[in-house]
């Protein structure tokens, strides 16, 4: 069974950092193109980055330069280190996976897991 468990949400204030956390199970994320989604009220889903079996990063233009995403094969989990946060990051953050790599997967539709997600709220 495959599980994918986020941690590390909160509430920050604007300019802050929090780290986030996905713990896998059942998989092997570095076979898996893994990736961070958000949803914030009213919103769509939207893709956050993700990174490939190779280790390749891609990230959405919202966030690069503040927000880091790392994999660690021995722990089987990702951690994505978010810096100089927005109040337009507050959403709801899920972990994601599908097996094998990136390309061309980017949508929703594209991932077969899914944690329960974390929330992160920054207030301004």
């Known amino acids: 069974q495959v599980q994918l468990v986020e941690s590390g949400g909160g509430s920050v204030q604007a300019g802050g950092s929090l780290r986030l956390s996905c713990a896998a199970s059942?998989?092997?994320?570095?076979?898996?193109?893994m990736g961070w989604f958000r949803q914030a009220p009213g919103k769509e889903r939207e893709g956050v980055v993700y990174?490939?079996?190779?280790?390749?990063?891609s990230y959405a233009d919202s966030v690069k330069g503040r927000f880091t995403l790392s994999r660690d094969n021995a722990k089987n989990s990702l951690y994505l280190q978010m810096n100089s946060l927005k109040a337009e990051d507050t959403a709801m953050y899920y972990c994601?996976?599908?097996?094998?790599?990136?390309?061309?997967?980017?949508?929703?539709?594209?991932?077969?897991?899914w944690g329960q997600g974390t929330q992160v709220t920054v207030s301004s």
């Open positions: 990174i490939d079996t190779t280790g390749g990063t």
């Open positions: 059942g998989i092997s994320v570095s076979w898996y193109c």
């Open positions: 994601a996976a599908v097996y094998g790599g990136c390309r061309n997967r980017r949508s929703v539709g594209d991932f077969r897991y």
